[in-house]
């Protein structure tokens, strides 16, 4: 069972476009959704992360979206530079009983290639 | 913060042979997590640890595999009589705290099975 769903699987933009990566998920005990960029032969790094008691959040060329009715949250990645072309994950993560994080569910993954 | 360091980067390995990795996690990180990514996916949770506590293993996780992480430092994955669907990056990652959501990941360690 495939707890968050990501979109489009590939991406090719221009530089200086707008990248746009959906996802959705499906528990409602999910508390927290962060985004994570990847290089080739590299771990996942953190880039933004959001709670859903926010709607957006905006950290420079980065934005995620979130609609806690739909259950859907969104990165939006604008004047995007070749330098941005990697793989990107959206994840959730529930809170156990008690409080404290539990693991993160991830998606299958954006490949992002952003053409000069 | 030096960075999550894992060990081997590359291992290749036979059938039914057993293969050990190593993580060492941010000092004074007291979460290290284990996932495993294959090509083309996401990673996927394989175990977790709270200081030498192992909190949860995914029901995915077969019993040949067995991680520790002995004095809350660094942690060993071991994998057992290797089969080729094992063939993937295993991934560790580690955070502050319990309440601490940032996971910082290591380059990991890509296994494959011949």
């Known amino acids: 069972q495939q707890q968050v769903k990501q979109s489009p699987q590939s991406l090719i933009v221009q530089k200086g476009g707008i990248s746009i990566i959906n996802c959705a998920y499906e528990?409602?005990?999910?508390?927290?959704f962060p985004w994570y960029q990847q290089f080739p032969g590299k771990g996942p790094a953190l880039l933004i992360a959001?709670?859903?008691?926010?709607s957006e959040k905006k950290e420079g060329r980065f934005t995620i979206s979130f609609n806690k009715s739909a259950k859907q949250f969104s990165l939006h990645i604008m004047d995007s530079q070749p330098g941005d072309s990697a793989t990107y994950f959206c994840?959730?993560?529930?809170?156990?009983?008690?409080?404290?994080?539990?693991?993160?569910?991830f998606g299958k993954g954006t490949k992002l290639s952003v053409k000069p | 913060d030096t960075g999550v360091s894992q060990d081997p980067r590359h291992k290749i390995t036979k059938r039914g042979q057993n293969v050990t990795f190593r993580c060492d996690p941010i000092s004074e990180h007291n979460r290290l997590y284990w996932y495993r990514q294959t090509l083309g996916q996401g990673p996927e949770f394989l175990t977790y640890?709270?200081?030498?506590?192992?909190?949860?293993k995914s029901r995915l996780l077969s019993d040949r595999f067995s991680a520790e992480r002995p004095k809350g430092s660094f942690s060993t994955l071991e994998i057992q009589r290797t089969e080729q669907g094992d063939s993937a990056m295993y991934l560790c990652?580690?955070?502050?705290?319990?309440?601490?959501?940032?996971?910082?990941f290591g380059s990991g360690t890509q296994l494959s099975v011949l």
């Open positions: 990652a580690s955070s502050r705290g319990q309440f601490n959501e940032k996971l910082f």
């Open positions: 528990n409602t005990a999910f508390d927290y």
């Open positions: 959001i709670r859903p008691d926010v």
């Open positions: 640890f709270q200081n030498e506590a192992q909190l949860e």
């Open positions: 994840a959730a993560r529930k809170v156990n009983y008690g409080g404290s994080q539990g693991n993160l569910i």
